[in-house]
């Protein structure tokens, strides 16, 4: 069945490792996203190959309710896990180390959760560990944690939560930047753990200006 095509898709236990491109799902015409199931289920090897230019080991385009849980992505030359459209989904569970570019990161997402991943040593260019940005909206970031990464968790997005997360910069950048590029208000940022911010990087989290309505709680 044709993973573009399909209504709902289920991948084969796989690990995800050492492959220039990986595994990709994406919705044909980008409409009716909302009857869309694809789940990606845990991952001992398979080289999965495609022709998309940009995008991660795993990577989801224009899909809903979809489910990436218990994968793990390590040494691959780009992203980790790319959602573009992710939309009223979930990622969980995973395990990311030494991806060359960002370990997770998810565009234009809208009513997703990134629950209780673990990501280590992203230090590549433009290797963060999570990344929510370009117009993403009620998003929820809980309980991941995130060691030595060019910067742990960036933010480009509206309505967002990140709480009860433990973010350690190994002295690198910093445990949490916002970047205003694309609008950003309504950020919560609560009782999470910043640890070992780089020098210059004060209290760990970096903003360039202009959100609307940030709320820091506690650490």
């Keep these: ?38 789940r990606v289920w845990p991952t001992p090897s398979v080289n999965v190959t495609s022709p998309r230019a940009i995008q991660g080991a795993i990577t989801l385009r224009g899909v809903s309710d979809c489910l990436v849980e218990s994968n793990s992505v390590y040494e691959n030359r780009r992203m980790g896990i790319l959602g573009a ?12 180390r030494k991806n060359g570019s960002t370990a997770a990161s998810f565009h234009d997402c809208h009513g997703s959760k990134l629950l209780y991943n673990i990501v280590w040593d992203n230090l590549g260019m433009h290797a963060n560990g999570l990344t929510v940005y370009w117009d993403s909206s009620d998003m929820l970031v809980e309980g991941n944690e995130v060691y030595n990464c060019n910067t742990c968790l960036t933010l480009s997005s509206s309505n967002i939560t990140v709480r009860r997360n433990i973010l350690d910069a190994h002295g690198a950048e910093a445990c949490i930047a916002v970047w205003t590029g694309h609008p950003v208000k309504d950020v919560t940022i609560e009782n999470n753990v910043l640890l070992h911010a780089g020098q210059g990087w004060r209290g760990g989290i970096y903003e360039d200006a202009g959100i609307e309505g940030c709320i820091i709680v506690t650490f």
């Design 1 to 38: 069945m044709p993973l573009g095509a399909a209504i709902a898709v289920a991948l084969a236990p796989v690990t995800v490792s050492r492959i220039s491109n990986g595994l990709s799902h994406e919705h044909a015409d980008g409409r009716d996203r909302m009857n869309e199931i694809c």
């Design 85 to 96: 459209g992710f939309d009223d989904s979930v990622c969980q569970y995973n395990y990311r």
